[in-house]
């Protein structure tokens, strides 16, 4: 298994490439500090698998795992993170994440996510509550802000990684009309950027509920 370790603290990826050599048979091919720097690396090395941190710098690794899934769907991506609430784990799983590890998991459990991950399977560490994978499918509840069906639309899309000329097209409306419905729905949810309306579809479930 070809891997690729993302996470912003150098001591950090030095102490999971001795632990993934002692307990498992991967080799690491690429390491990342921020999350930019690991969509690189994954559109020019193609590994099997990503082990990243959530909070990355530049580009969060919730919103790495939405582009990776879109572009490069046959790497499986597993999430490394203390967050181990419901509300993380089904938005990262919604997003297609391949498991969740737990930082404070016992070092032989590496090797347990990574062989589940080469056979396609999704691990959870053990920590993670039952109830996040048994609502995993579910929309999370959230007080929303009302949005026309236009906008939850448009929204949806952004969730699930679409360009603005990508959501004109499939949406049958020019580019500009996309970008109206986007600062409206910014102003009224009291967002900046594309990426905030995109942690926000994942985060509510919009990005793959029916519109």
Same mark, same amino acid.
């Given at each position: 298994?070809?891997?690729?370790?993302?996470?912003?603290?150098?001591?950090?990826?030095?102490?999971?490439?001795?632990?993934?050599?002692?307990?498992?048979?991967?080799?690491?091919?690429?390491?990342?500090?921020?999350?930019?720097?690991?969509? +690189? =690396?994954?559109?020019? &090395? $193609?590994?099997?698998?990503?082990?990243?941190?959530?909070?990355? #710098?530049? !580009? /969060?690794?919730?919103?790495?795992?939405?582009?990776?899934?879109?572009?490069?769907?046959?790497?499986?991506?597993?999430?490394?993170?203390?967050?181990?609430?419901?509300?993380?784990?089904?938005?990262?799983?919604?997003?297609?994440?391949?498991?969740?590890?737990?930082?404070?998991?016992?070092?032989? +459990? =590496?090797?347990?996510? &990574? $062989?589940?991950?080469?056979?396609?399977?999704?691990?959870?560490? #053990?920590? !993670? /509550?039952?109830?996040?994978?048994?609502?995993?499918?579910?929309?999370?509840?959230?007080?929303?802000?009302?949005?026309?069906?236009?906008?939850?639309?448009?929204?949806?899309?952004?969730?699930?990684?679409?360009?603005?000329?990508?959501?004109?097209?499939?949406?049958?409306?020019?580019?500009?009309?996309?970008?109206?419905?986007?600062? $409206?729905?910014?102003?009224?949810?009291?967002?900046?950027?594309?990426?905030?309306?995109?942690?926000?579809?994942?985060?509510?479930?919009?990005?793959?509920?029916?519109?």
């Amino acid at each position: 298994m070809r891997l690729v370790l993302a996470d912003s603290r150098t001591l950090v990826l030095a102490g999971f490439k001795r632990l993934i050599a002692e307990y498992t048979d991967a080799s690491v091919v690429g390491e990342a500090r921020d999350g930019q720097s690991l969509l +690189e =690396l994954v559109g020019r &090395l $193609r590994p099997d698998a990503v082990l990243t941190e959530i909070d990355l #710098p530049k !580009i /969060s690794g919730l919103e790495a795992l939405v582009q990776i899934h879109r572009h490069y769907p046959e790497v499986a991506v597993l999430i490394l993170t203390g967050l181990t609430d419901g509300q993380h784990v089904r938005a990262a799983l919604r997003a297609g994440a391949a498991g969740f590890l737990d930082k404070d998991a016992e070092p032989i +459990e =590496l090797g347990l996510a &990574l $062989r589940a991950v080469q056979r396609r399977q999704i691990y959870l560490s #053990p920590s !993670i /509550s039952h109830a996040a994978v048994e609502r995993r499918n579910g929309p999370l509840v959230e007080d929303r802000v009302s949005l026309t069906p236009r906008q939850r639309q448009v929204l949806q899309l952004i969730g699930r990684g679409k360009s603005t000329k990508e959501i004109a097209s499939l949406m049958g409306v020019s580019v500009k009309t996309v970008e109206t419905h986007r600062a $409206r729905m910014m102003n009224a949810l009291g967002l900046y950027g594309t990426n905030a309306l995109m942690r926000y579809a994942i985060r509510t479930g919009l990005d793959y509920a029916h519109v």
